[in-house]
């Protein structure tokens, strides 16, 4: 079970920290990922990383303002969000997917949290 917050209402240029709590399997067995859904479009990836952390890869939307990053001790993985922009509006969602490469196709990943909303205003 993957369970996403942090998610709100932030003005543009501001700042979120996303979390994605993991139960019920090994943690550090999956990779995970951070997509993302805006009404009316599809699911896009946004980042992702590998089982222990060595591996990351970033949308090129957000490369240099978002930060993946994972506490397999605490079985949770973290999306920081900062320089905000209204275009990052969307709901939020992490993927799990077993092994330790990272993929950015939301069809390789098996599990799925129920997604959290981010809404920026300009």
């Known amino acids: 079970q993957l369970v996403e917050s942090g998610g709100g209402l932030v003005q543009a240029g501001g700042s979120l920290r996303l979390s994605c709590a993991a139960s019920?399997?090994?943690?550090?067995?999956?990779?995970m990922g951070w997509f993302r859904q805006a009404p009316g479009k599809e699911r896009e990836f946004v980042a992702c990383i590998s089982t222990y952390g060595a591996g990351t890869d970033y949308a090129t939307s957000v490369k240099g303002r978002f930060t993946i990053s994972r506490d397999n001790a605490k079985n949770t993985v973290y999306l920081q969000m900062n320089s905000l922009k209204a275009e990052d509006t969307a709901v939020y969602y992490c993927?799990?997917?077993?092994?330790?490469?990272?993929?950015?196709?939301?069809?390789?990943?098996?599990?799925w949290g129920q997604g959290t909303q981010v809404t920026v205003s300009s």
């Open positions: 019920g399997r090994t943690f550090s067995n999956y990779a």
């Open positions: 993927g799990a997917r077993f092994g330790p490469s990272i993929y950015k196709l939301p069809s390789t990943y098996g599990y």
